[in-house]
């Protein structure tokens, strides 16, 4: 009987920490998945099976955005990675065809069993996560310094520049719930104004290198 090769996957995201994150949840799955592009400066493979969609500090109402990545005729899947279950992005997710869209809190074997279905034909769009941890292994910029992922994703779009009107409504989130996320942020790195914010986020991270999404949408 012949062994079934391994599913490849592009990991695409506009943060480097991130990317490097998500891989090393496929260690201990090499025979399965094989992680061939997780920085799209450098193609290392011109076709791929799926292309594993990280949100994180995405502008997510940008649905132009994931209806170029299931365009691009490299990828044969597409699938959404993420922790916002808002119903309106669901919506717009399964409306463009999106193949998959999975939450955050999936560890890493129950993730490779989801891509797996998927790259064996099933649409696998999953309930909102009950739990708000994130799957062990993850990374993301601020984590070291005992920032969460939802707050990091708050300090990446105040990093780019974003008021809180406009980061409410990226990430779905109440204005309430950002003030909340905001005011927690600054506790934890020592800020007491925006600029301050902003200037630690570029030191430790924060900023985005889109020369990653523009690869997969069909830029440089």
Request: net charge negative; proline share 5%.
């Amino acid at each position: 009987m012949t062994k079934p090769s391994a599913i490849t996957v592009a990991l695409v995201d506009d943060y480097e920490v991130v990317l490097k994150g998500l891989a090393r949840m496929f260690d201990d799955y090499n025979d399965r998945v094989l992680v061939c592009e997780i920085n799209a400066n450098t193609t290392t493979n011109d076709h791929v099976d799926i292309v594993l969609y990280d949100s994180f500090a995405q502008p997510e109402s940008d649905h132009d955005q994931i209806a170029e990545l299931v365009r691009n005729p490299s990828a044969d899947k597409v699938v959404v990675y993420t922790w916002n279950f808002d119903p309106a992005l669901i919506r717009s997710a399964r409306e463009q065809g999106v193949d998959g869209y999975l939450p955050k809190t999936l560890s890493a074997s129950e993730l490779v069993g989801a891509l797996e279905r998927i790259h064996g034909g099933e649409t696998v769009f999953m309930e909102e996560p009950r739990r708000v941890r994130s799957a062990p292994g993850l990374d993301w910029p601020g984590k070291r310094e005992g920032i969460t992922d939802r707050e990091s994703e708050i300090l990446a779009l105040i990093t780019q520049g974003k008021s809180n009107a406009e980061v409410a409504e990226l990430t779905y989130l109440s204005p309430n719930t950002v003030k909340s996320y905001i005011r927690s942020t600054y506790r934890k790195i020592g800020a007491e104004s925006r600029t301050q914010a902003v200037l630690w986020g570029v030191d430790h991270g924060f900023t985005p290198d889109h020369h990653r999404i523009d690869h997969w949408r069909g830029g440089p």
